[in-house]
């Protein structure tokens, strides 16, 4: 049987531990432990290691216990001003021995690390050393560093307590090196430790650094694969700041883009955070950008916000009525025309809820011999968009043509079928409604009216411009591969050129049932506001705007916007090209 050995008498003897060692006989009789393990118990508990370290938990236990607040948080500016005062009675014994013990560097250094804990300035987690059996891989590169970024993010590992290399941006130094990889940990920058450092820290120091750069890393256990540069190109949906963006993990890295920017996304290695450039600036930097599941994600949390802090205006919405015209009879006077409402506000609101718009992939479409693409104008009620088409249809009338309209309604004597309408059945029409042969649709009198998709290809097919001003909701039907349109958005001016310009040219607002008035102040800031709204939902959707303040400089711009579909390349939906 075991004999158990005191404990040496010179030493400190816990009395937790001297029980757990008295109490190894009874643990080899009654639970049937080896002697070997026994052996390995009993030497543990008398180490001195173990017993020093049992005595500080105690201590600090009952620190922590008593709750106990330091005397001071500046011992070492004290240990200075004792100093300072004493070193002149040198010819005292105690006085030499005291400066000497408060020069030794681990004094000072017991001081400096009192103030420390004193103050709560504790640093990071140790970095952990390699588990049994593994070796870390460290290795020094050298990077030929310029006034421009490193290229790489940093971040924190919180499992490790070590800084990490995040991601490699694309075609920084860190990526034409080929030297660092994702995962790689940062030891040293410049011989400098970066230990308790944070990545903004670090992140500085690179910045203010040029020329050779050395840097002492420990390799990630496995290689990422890089991956090929990406040549998708999207269309962006919304603005984008990175500077303002709390998520973005380094605003510094990140690209500031504006709506319907063409952006080259050249990485989405990193499902949140992809790396782009905008397109044809080849030799610009490649910044992040959130992804699009982290953007639909966010404008998600930014409604549901905005819901609960803006009441609900859908009831001060469907009192506005927005109207579009059909092709009208020559017949009846310009003063008389008649409007037909389509998607009236009882049935549906203005701007109807549509998928979260962040990013559409795009890709170059040249324009197909004999067939141009239709223009679509877009804007308020009242900003001028049939006086842009029949000027510009005025300059060559054979190259332009606008889409003959459906109707219920009987034929007149002087009206031919399929000139001023194509003159159908009510059932007809409303089966052409159920079935979605029509972009838009509205009723008037009794009577029903629509614009038919396959009308819109007719002309298409004809050669012709088909020329389209529709309710703004249609462009999402229109904006299908089949059709292709170029969407253009009438801008009303500023309220006071709009006001000026109108009034100077007597202009009239046609009403329901063929009437007309004059303008009024109300007129011209609910076509503002509406045109607000309108570029708020569908502005993503654009092609091109022009700003309608005065009708000649608008009917030049819009001439030379479809000079310029004519002849260049455009950015389209891939579906259309595919």
């Not at 599941?293 to 609900?312: A, F, G, H, V, Y």
């Not at 001003?469 to 299908?480: D, E, V």
């Not at 500023?494 to 006001?499: A, K, N, S, T």
Request: aromatic letters at 8%.
């Amino acid at each position: 049987m075991p004999v158990t050995l005191p404990l040496k008498t010179q030493q400190y003897i816990d009395p937790d531990a001297l029980k757990l060692i008295t109490s190894l006989p009874a643990l080899g009789s009654d639970h049937g432990a080896s002697d070997h393990d026994l052996g390995f118990l009993r030497r543990f508990f008398r180490n001195q290691g173990t017993q020093t370290l049992m005595k500080v938990y105690k201590k600090l236990y009952m620190v922590e216990c008593r709750r106990i607040t330091p005397l001071t948080r500046a011992a070492v500016g004290i240990a200075a001003r004792v100093y300072s005062n004493i070193r002149g009675f040198t010819q005292n014994v105690q006085v030499c021995e005291l400066l000497q013990i408060m020069a030794k560097p681990h004094f000072q250094a017991m001081l400096y690390s009192h103030d420390k804990i004193a103050c709560k300035e504790f640093g990071s987690i140790p970095l952990p050393g390699p588990s049994p059996g593994e070796e870390e891989v460290v290795k020094v590169v050298q990077l030929i560093k310029s006034n421009e970024p490193l290229g790489a993010t940093l971040q924190y590992n919180e499992e490790t307590g070590g800084l990490e290399i995040a991601r490699i941006l694309r075609g920084g130094a860190a990526d034409r090196s080929g030297l660092l990889h994702v995962g790689d940990v940062v030891h040293e920058v410049a011989g400098v430790s970066v230990y308790g450092k944070s990545p903004d820290e670090v992140v500085q120091m690179l910045n203010v650094m040029t020329g050779p750069i050395s840097l002492k890393l420990v390799s990630h256990e496995t290689k990422s694969i890089p991956f090929p540069e990406s040549k998708m190109r999207v269309r962006a949906f919304f603005d984008y700041d990175p500077t303002q963006d709390m998520l973005n993990p380094c605003p510094e890295a990140g690209l500031a883009f504006r709506r319907s920017d063409i952006l080259h996304v050249v990485s989405q290695e990193d499902p949140w955070w992809w790396q782009a450039r905008k397109e044809g600036e080849i030799h610009a930097k490649v910044g992040l950008i959130p992804a699009k599941q982290l953007q639909e994600r966010n404008e998600i949390l930014r409604r549901t916000m905005s819901d609960e802090d803006i009441p609900n205006s859908s009831s001060s919405r469907s009192n506005s009525r927005h109207s579009s015209p059909c092709r009208i009879s020559p017949k009846i006077a310009r003063s008389k025309r008649v409007r037909k409402t389509m998607y009236q506000a009882h049935q549906s609101g203005d701007f109807d809820t549509e998928d979260i718009p962040t990013y559409e992939e795009v890709e170059l479409l040249e324009q197909t011999p004999g067939k141009c693409r239709p223009l679509v104008l877009v804007g308020p009620q009242g900003v001028g968009r049939n006086e842009l088409k029949r000027r510009l249809m005025a300059l060559t009338p054979n190259k332009y043509e606008e889409v003959v309209p459906y109707t219920s309604r009987p034929r007149k004597p002087y009206e031919l079928d399929g000139r001023e309408y194509h003159f159908v059945s009510r059932s007809e029409m409303e089966k052409g409604i159920l079935t979605q042969r029509f972009i838009e649709f509205g009723e008037y009198k009794g009577n029903l009216y629509g614009t038919s998709m396959s009308s819109i290809k007719d002309v298409i097919n004809s050669g012709k411009v088909c020329l389209l001003s529709p309710h703004t909701q249609a462009i999402k039907f229109l904006r299908n591969p089949e059709i292709k349109p170029y969407i253009i958005y009438i801008r009303p001016p500023q309220i006071d050129v709009l006001r000026e310009t109108r009034r100077n040219q007597r202009a009239m607002k046609t009403l329901e049932g063929g009437h007309t008035r004059l303008f009024t102040e109300g007129d011209f800031e609910e076509m503002i506001a509406t045109g607000c709204r309108i570029e708020e939902k569908y502005g993503h959707l654009f092609d091109a705007m022009i700003v309608n303040s005065d009708l000649i400089l608008a009917s030049k711009e819009f001439a030379k916007v479809v000079e310029r579909l004519e002849k260049q390349p455009q950015w389209v939906p891939i579906t259309w090209v595919h």
